[in-house]
């Protein structure tokens, strides 16, 4: 995840939205090869998913590790 490949408005804005997502929602292209029910998503204030992990502790790592401030969304 790096600043020069996300398409956010206001890239001042460093908080990214940590939730839990069903795999069986997402495209099967990108849920193939995914064993579990449930991986976390990490999405931008306009909604855009910047990246799938396999599970919370990792996406506030990875948030943090590139300078986002994670918010957990329900």
Do not use: W
């Not at 398409?7 to 001042?12: E, P, R, T």
């Not at 997502?21 to 909604?47: F, M, R, T, W």
């Not at 998913?49 to 590139?66: I, Y």
Request: glycine share 4%; net charge negative; aromatic share 6%.
């Amino acid at each position: 995840m790096s600043t020069e490949n996300l398409n956010i408005n206001n890239l001042d804005d460093r908080t990214v939205y940590v939730c839990g997502v069903n795999v069986e929602d997402l495209p099967e292209a990108v849920a193939k090869g995914i064993s579990q029910d449930q991986v976390y998503s990490l999405n931008s204030s306009n909604g855009e998913r910047l990246a799938l992990v396999k599970d919370r502790s990792l996406a506030f790592v990875l948030a943090r590790q590139n300078e986002f401030h994670p918010v957990s969304v329900h």
